[in-house]
């Protein structure tokens, strides 16, 4: 079964799309930056099919995942959303620096990640 990762110290948003996706796919949590770079390394049959990415999380943050994907060239193998509360212009704008999918802003409804998973899989199909 192919599998989300979604990585985000909020249990609220972590449950949301575990049951709204957990039909159809694997969700894999983590509740911080270490437990999501743990979760890609252990997954490297490519069953990972995209990752939403919470960019303030306690002990490794999610920059510090967007930089692991970075250096270890993953953006390809394992498309990434934010998800934020934190809107602040310079931020995401840091963000979009990143080979990332798009920002989705707490709250979110569910139509809108409905979207960027169907974004997710048609990156990934490629």
């Known amino acids: 079964m192919k599998k989300i990762l979604v990585a985000d110290d909020s249990k609220i948003i972590s449950n949301i799309i575990e049951r709204a996706f957990k039909d159809e796919y694997e969700v894999l949590t983590a509740v911080n930056g270490r437990e999501a770079i743990d979760i890609i390394k252990n997954n490297v049959d490519d069953s990972i099919i995209g ?5 303030n999380m306690p002990e490794v943050d999610g920059f510090t995942v967007l930089d692991y994907f970075k250096e ?5 193998r394992i498309p990434v959303c934010i998800i934020t509360g934190d809107v602040q212009k310079e931020r995401i704008d840091r963000a ?31």
């Open 96 to 126: 979009f620096n990143y080979n990332i999918l798009d920002v989705l802003a707490k709250p979110f409804t569910f139509e809108r990640v409905r979207e960027e998973v169907e974004k997710i899989i048609s990156l990934s199909q490629m």
């Open 72 to 76: 270890n060239n993953l953006f390809k």
């Open 51 to 55: 990752m939403f990415l919470d960019l």
